[in-house]
């Protein structure tokens, strides 16, 4: 299984670390801030608002940008303000991507500076060979097929060698449609079932990062690709 690969594509936030640590909904709070603070309303006129500007146009900040013309700079401005104490280091899933063969690469719909600074409280900052965000993708997040095409292209990845890692089964539609092995990432599963899952061939359902990856790695385990 996956013996083919030589690229790794992983998702940043609520994959390389579990959503439990409250860094996702520190982040949203923060961006309703700027919400009501611009728009003039409540939290929840903020959730509606924020929402809207998600279905039509992907992400909050390319929303605010197009339709508001704010500048990105501004808008991004709010991480300075996450506490990213919250995340640990993670000795496990470090030594499991650090065993992994070929070369490796986070895909964010956040910035490069929000990737730095978690990936520094990770202890993952040395196991990448690059970062594509937000701004890279030209303010075109995942999953538009754009986005997938610009980091490809940046990177010269041949998509058949990849593996894409995300926890929003969306974000997998276009790499797998590209030729990638794709891995839905977190969740949590029924009591007694196994860390992974094969849902089709090169696609993958795991609930646990770590344990799969260090199993792609220990020839004696390998999952089974049906």
């Known amino acids: 299984m996956l013996a083919d690969i030589d690229t790794w594509v992983l998702d940043l936030d609520?994959?390389?670390?579990?959503s439990s640590n409250g860094l996702a909904n520190q982040m949203k709070a923060l961006i309703r801030g700027i919400l009501s603070r611009h728009f003039g309303t409540d939290d929840a006129g903020a959730r509606r608002i924020?929402?809207?500007?998600?279905?039509?146009?992907g992400t909050t900040?390319?929303?605010l940008m197009t339709t508001e013309g704010l500048a990105a700079a501004d808008i991004l401005e709010f991480e300075h303000h996450i506490d990213y104490s919250v995340l640990r280091a993670d000795a496990v899933l470090a030594e499991a991507i650090a065993a992994l063969p070929g070369r490796k690469f986070v895909f964010?719909?956040?910035?490069?500076?929000?990737?730095?600074?978690?990936?520094?409280?990770?202890?993952?900052?040395?196991?990448?060979?690059g970062v594509f965000d937000i701004l890279a993708g030209q303010l075109i997040p995942k999953p538009y097929p754009e986005s997938y095409r610009r980091f490809v292209e940046q990177f010269s990845i041949d998509p058949s060698r990849a593996a894409f890692f995300d926890d929003l089964a969306v974000n997998l539609d276009v790499p797998?449609?590209?030729?990638?092995?794709?891995?839905?990432?977190?969740?949590?599963?029924?009591?007694g079932t196994a860390p992974y899952e094969v849902v089709a061939p090169r696609r993958w359902r795991v609930w646990e990062l770590a344990p799969f990856l260090h199993s792609l790695t220990a020839p004696a385990v390998r999952p089974s690709t049906m």
């Open 176 to 191: 797998e449609q590209l030729g990638m092995a794709t891995v839905w990432v977190g969740g949590e599963p029924a009591p």
């Open 61 to 63: 900040l390319r929303g």
């Open 108 to 129: 964010t719909n956040g910035s490069a500076y929000h990737a730095e600074q978690a990936l520094a409280r990770l202890g993952l900052s040395d196991h990448f060979d």
């Open 50 to 57: 924020q929402a809207e500007l998600i279905a039509a146009h």
């Open 14 to 18: 609520d994959t390389l670390y579990p």
